[in-house]
């Protein structure tokens, strides 16, 4: 058997040993506690935090959250107020709008107001998105003839209503796909930006750490669904690569980088090419080097 059909076989497996230890309950159900030694004012964050990943994908996610929470409680350069806001930030990256998510909300919403009239929620999606919040295994096919048909940024419409029982019953399956997110492409993804965002506020505190916060606040740019999550996405991706990390690297020299990052993200527009971003990050990255060479004349 070839490497790749052993990791294909593994990803099943492992779907499957998770999928049916929900269903007979042998999960670890174990509400994760707080951080030890964290401030006050980051409780109720941190606490509605944890409830909310619960609901969104359970326990062993929301220990996640407790674990990435950790490393920045009592770290130096970190108050109350940073703390709080990466808190904050983290949950509502973590618990990402995906299909499943908005499925999730409309049966909370309805059985929080069962008798209020059910209007029908139309949300515009893309093709892309919608296959990736399914297993990889399934999902990487499905993407490959998408890309081969042109159909890959397509925007769906797709319909979540509560308006009678057929439509009731079909937001239940797809909020119950929630045990499968885990082996999705969108999954894996979201993990690697939420880390990557983090490693760079590691890495604001130890470099430049009046930047750090700015940083954070970084998290804000990339929400919702469809294109505009996309864009905010690839705009967060240009200021980081274009900006922030060659800082840290020592490769370009920006002292104020939490104004540079400022600048930057008021030039962001909901443009697929960035064109007035590329423009704004050159224009900051050029000033950098004239600074540069005006120092090194004198």
């Known amino acids: 058997m070839s490497a790749v059909s052993m990791g294909t076989f593994s990803e099943v497996r492992e779907s499957l040993r998770y999928l049916f230890a929900d269903i007979i309950g042998e999960q670890d159900d174990t509400v994760p506690h707080l951080p030890a030694g964290l401030p006050e004012s980051v409780v109720p964050v941190a606490s509605e935090a944890i409830h909310l990943l619960i609901e969104y994908q359970g326990t062993q996610y929301a220990k996640l959250y407790v674990d990435r929470l950790k490393r920045f409680v009592g770290k130096s350069g970190v108050d109350e107020a940073m703390l709080r806001e990466i808190a904050r930030l983290m949950a509502m990256r973590m618990s990402y709008e995906d299909a499943i998510r908005i499925a999730q909300l409309k049966l909370l919403e309805l059985e929080a107001y069962p008798d209020t009239p059910r209007a029908d929620d139309v949300r515009k999606l893309r093709l892309d998105e919608m296959v990736e919040a399914l297993p990889t295994v399934v999902a990487e096919p499905l993407l490959d003839v998408l890309n081969w048909l042109g159909w890959v940024h397509k925007g769906v ?33 979201e993990r690697n930006w939420v880390e990557r965002w983090l490693h760079m506020v590691d890495r604001a505190l130890a470099r430049q750490p009046a930047a750090a916060r700015a940083i954070v606040d970084t998290a804000t740019m990339v929400q919702g669904y469809g294109d505009a999550y996309r864009h905010g996405l690839a705009d967060w991706h240009a200021i980081i690569d274009g900006l922030a990390k060659p800082t840290f690297d020592g490769v370009l020299r920006l002292p104020d980088l939490a104004g540079a990052i400022a600048e ?23 000033r950098c080097a004239t600074t540069g060479t005006d120092a090194a004349a004198e």
């Open 264 to 286: 930057a993200r008021a030039a962001a527009m909901p443009d697929p090419r960035q064109v007035a971003l590329k423009r704004k990050i050159a224009e900051i990255r050029a």
């Open 157 to 189: 419409k797709i319909h979540f209503s509560t308006a009678n029982r057929f439509s009731i019953r079909r937001l239940k399956i797809e909020a119950s796909l929630k045990r499968w997110r885990r082996y999705s492409i969108r999954y894996s993804k």
